[in-house]
């Protein structure tokens, strides 16, 4: 290598709200380290997200260690722009040592912990935090490959908004957070949609007056950590709850879609020909997700009881079940060119291209325990249900940035 | 939930079946398995079908006892009505599998069982077999299972339980999806 060698304890790999989380941990435990992010502070945010995204948690909620929202709309959501703004403040305000515009190409192990090569230069550390995400690649499923080329296909990472696509029928496949989202959008714009739809958990935006957020947050339930759960595996394969961030705060299910035109199908199971065939497990996926829904409206209704707010908020209440035609359609003929586009939201998955230690598992996602990796000084940040089941929002971010950071202090003074 | 501290037992081994899954999640190539059936002509539309050994854990296993199948149609297609139709054994096949991953879910979840009866009904238009109405599809227009079930659980923990079991069945799998299917002349 002809780039210098510059020696620091920690490397933090990406400046978003985990990586900079973490990066206020460090400094106030006086731990030396570098920042090191591949575009921008919070770059993703500012480059793989769509025009009318908001986030899915209320202004009070992004709380991150030493930095709190202090507006005049806690109950809103905010934009992509305003997110960034608050991430952005946040590297400023905690005065992050970040290094932006430098990509990582490749970690190593080392005798002495990791070397970190960037284009101009390599890092050796005794201790690494990765942080460069949890939805870096969008999945898109292997049948996509048969999909007749004159349907135009996209992931949420290209979308932007309706008037990218063509005018005429849109396959949305997957119906968690961005599938609905999208679905609702773009239906509105007069483009009509069919959305597929496989394991997603429904939820209301308010109930009994309160954003559903608040109260999984005040009951406990985001608190729940990684180690008290039946099984982890699961809980951390867990769909996005089917939310939306809009002004009006409206609650987006597969009901309110149908009340505007969509139309609902099964999972995607298979193309050949030409032709699309869906599961017939739409009625069985619609039936779990609202028994899941009214299992934690219930747990939450025990807890405010418990808690006195009774008679202060509104009495319990449940949605109308999810409305699934009789026979919804087993398949569709993608040559009658009905769909024009089909979105592939079937979730996303990290990239590790770059990551040289040999953490990973079959799935080819790093091996943890709470965030802590199997290689020694080596962790994780920003991973779903990383340490607690709140791990998966901006707010969890602290409170891993914590037990982490006190992990990784103890790592490099060699109680660990 | 079931009170803890009573004892469960719908007959169901779990602790096995979840040491299975942790031995099996080590070792994928172990999970591979494959199943087997034989079918002879007799006469007519009647056929004599066997199952024996199948394959899995990386070896081939056998059932403790070889069971037989006759398949037939009723007298009103003119056939000597020895045996159920094959739609027949397809509707045994999803009521058997949906009703064990009951027992094996309520186990797990500590929930006692004391009856569950299943009645299941494929519609089906024959217009579509007697090649009538191309189209018309051959099989099933759709299936209903209803259950009765009486356990110590909650309404909606009983509908969870059947919820669960259809996410977990390989035969609901099988009839909800399309599966390649080769069929050679040797």
Redesign the interface.
Known sequence: MGAPLRAIDVVVIGAGHAGLAMSRCLSERGIDHVVLERGEIANSWRTERWDSLHLLTPNWQSRLPGFAYEGNDPDGFRTIPETVAYIDRYAKVIDAPVKTHTKVTSVQPVDTGYQVITEERAWSCRALVVASGACNIARVPSLAAAVPARISQLTPMQYRNPSQLDQGGVLIAGASATGTQLAHEIQLSGRPVTISVGEHIRMPRLYRDRDIQWWMDASGVMDERYDHVDDIVRARKVPSLQLTGSPQRMTLDLNSLTTIGVKLI??L??IGDGKV?F???LR?QC??SD?KM??LL?AIDTWATENGFDGKVPAPTRLEPTRVED?PPLGMNLNSGEIRTIIWATGFRPDYSWLGVPVLD?KGYIRHDGGVVSSPGMYLMGMPFLRRRKSTLIDGAGDDARDLSAHLESYLAGRR | MAETGKKVDNGVNVEALLGAREALTAQ?EAAKFRWRASCKWMNGTHSHSTVKEFFGLGDNQKHVTEFKFDADHPEIFASEDKGATPVEFVLVGLASCLTAGIAAVAQNRGIQLRSVVATIEGAMDIQGILGIDSDVRNGF??IKVTYKIDADATP?EI??LV??S??RSAV?DI????TNVTVQVN
Do not use: F, H, I, W
């Open positions: 099964g999972r199971a298979g065939q599961s017939g497990s069985n039936a779990m028994l009214n299992r219930d026979s079959r | 994928p227009d759709g909606d509908k969870a919820a669960q259809q996410k609901y009839v909800t999806n399309p």
